[in-house]
């Protein structure tokens, strides 16, 4: 028996909420995923992260197989135990690290050849081999490796990069095989093209996966043309499989994509903007740099319940920034979280209650 | 009645272990204080700084004066509210960091003038300023401002900025005036000479202080060159006044202090060396960006309680400090400092138990 399983308990229009269920947990669906690029989401501790609300993070092959390997967290027991998180994570493919990381790409029909952007070994990524190294990482829901073009390239450049990318679907799916405790998401590529998102979805599900992705978005095609590929491509997934769009978003992006039927987010947008002493508050992101909160006594965010808002001032916040401490970007992280998974579990309710579509009528 | 009261509670040859009660709280004797410098234990949330033993925390009112201001520390509800730290402070006089950090300074009988590090703005601190300072922080512990010549200076130089020093202390102790619920803590200056130490001493007690602080020392003189001094010095102190060693220092260097009698000390060397990849354990000092430890599944200190050592590996903390990750910072500091206060919790019980000099007799 799969011991991997989506169930969806209330659709409101398009959205849907439900539970993912694996073998280390429970994953409240619309989820938001922290990102845990090199075995941390930075200045947190694991348990803090469990805290906010999250059910899952994400870990990023790419940076894990460079430093410190996948064999060597492998030996080590594997990632959770290696970083401490014992509840679900999915690894990407290493694919879009690639592109935008490392130099000196050589892409072929069998994989991508490319250097590390920490020390300059050159190394080589396939469908295979990106498949072993999630499998030695223990990752609970692993994707396909794809090949990710750049924005703005052209209709003829994405429609060949996705053949490509199919053809190392396959792959990825043979090689991840029949795993009852483990999932396997296929990818969809296809720009900013109906025509070839739909195909891309239609290959993917003769082959056959866990759950489906949506890759290449929120690249720089702006919230509108994001949308309307969101619409032009869910309706070609089927149903009974979560939907995870990668790599969104800003908070308006992630309402307007569960309004239409995505169950999954991954973004470094809370946890980087918290390094940069920028918060999402309930009356709009704040940048606690400004020198108009150097004598705001007030919490950064009223209606929040994190350290950062019941513990400390605005003034406060500002100092730490200002002064480069590193504890405003712990407190600014693990508050940017909390705002994430809040718009979460407000979302999931708003669909359990069937209000979402009213509340949220303007995304 | 005065609320700030010293209780020696057990003695061991010369070492002392009691409470310092404070209207703020307890402080059990000998204390280590975690530098708190510009309103934060650096990489470090307040509640954990508690959690690892620490009856109180030192700030540093160079910094804080400088940004984000004492006037508006004051104006936000003193330093305890602003940083979330309702335990006992103590302040240094600001007259060590001018010497070390600020530029362009220039010292006459009426005080110090200076530029900041930070952006080069003049400041002037004098006895009465320091005082009012640490007053508009809300320390609970202040100390007199007093000149702090460099290692390496003449017997004559070092005489000559003593009674400076000495001259300065009245004026501090004045504009301290009299406080039931904080207290003044005069500095024993005069080098690596006994009979200026003896002078110096002499002096303060003369002022009469609330506690008498050694400093001058950790400088570069050397350990023993240190115990000696402080063997020469703390007979001259009243052994009902609170001794605190400032600025020190390495684990042996305050179990030498303490079997000579001292109460109090503070140093940056476990947050600094936490943040630099450097822990302190029951083994001897480690540097985790050692190679030999990619691999070592075991505990940072099998005897330690803390986080990084319950919870983590020496492969998984090799890997986050060769990655530069703010939690191989908060996870280093954090053991630092519970090694620190395990440290002194241990010295407390010896010599509460007698056995102190027996254990430590070759400090």
Redesign the interface.
């Known amino acids: 028996m799969k011991e991997f399983r989506f169930e969806i308990q209330a659709t409101d229009g398009l959205a849907r909420t439900g539970i993912l269920h694996t073998p280390r947990g429970s994953i409240r669906t619309p989820a938001f995923m922290p990102v845990g690029t ?3 989401v ?5 348990q803090s992260v469990r805290e906010t609300g999250a059910d899952i993070i994400l870990g990023n092959t790419y940076h894990l197989m460079l ?2 390997g996948a064999e ?1 967290i492998s ?3 594997g990632l959770h135990k ?3 998180w014992q509840r679900p994570i999915l690894t990407d493919s290493g694919g879009f690290q690639v592109m935008s990381l490392a130099s000196l790409r050589k892409i072929t029909e069998e994989g991508v050849r490319f250097q590390s952007h920490i020390d300059g070994h050159v190394e080589f990524l396939s469908p295979e081999r990106a498949m072993e190294i999630q499998r030695l990482l223990g990752s609970d829901i692993q994707m396909v490796l794809d090949e990710c073009p750049a924005f703005g390239a052209t209709e003829l450049e994405i429609e060949k990069s996705l053949a490509l990318s199919m053809r190392w679907a396959v792959r990825s799916k043979i090689a991840f095989g029949e795993q009852a405790s483990h999932a396997c998401f296929g990818i969809v590529q296809g720009g900013v093209f109906p025509h070839l998102r739909a195909r891309s979805a239609a290959q993917l599900l003769e082959i056959g996966f866990d759950g489906y992705a949506v890759g290449g978005l929120a690249v720089g095609e702006g919230q509108s043309a994001m949308f309307e590929t969101l619409d032009a491509t869910l309706p070609h997934l089927p149903s009974n499989r979560p939907r995870y769009l990668m790599g969104v978003g800003k908070p308006d992006d992630i309402v307007g994509a569960v309004l239409r039927g995505v169950d999954m987010f991954d973004c470094v947008l809370p946890t980087r903007s918290g ?1 940069n002493g920028q918060a999402f508050t309930r009356s709009g992101a704040l940048n606690l740099k400004n020198a108009r909160f ?2 705001d ?1 007030g919490p950064l965010d009223s209606d929040c319940n994190c ?1 950062a808002c019941r ?3 605005r ?2 916040l ?3 920034v ?2 480069n ?3 405003a ?3 600014l992280t693990w508050h940017n979280l909390v705002y994430y998974q809040d718009l979460m579990e407000r979302l999931r309710q708003e669909i359990a209650t069937g209000t979402v579509t009213k509340i949220r009528k303007n995304s």
């Open positions: 090199a075995g941390t930075k200045a947190m501790l694991p430093r410190p060597r030996r080590l027991g290696f970083m401490d390094r150097a004598d006594e350290p513990r400390f001032s003034a406060y500002h100092h730490v200002k002064s401490e590193i504890i970007a712990m407190l």
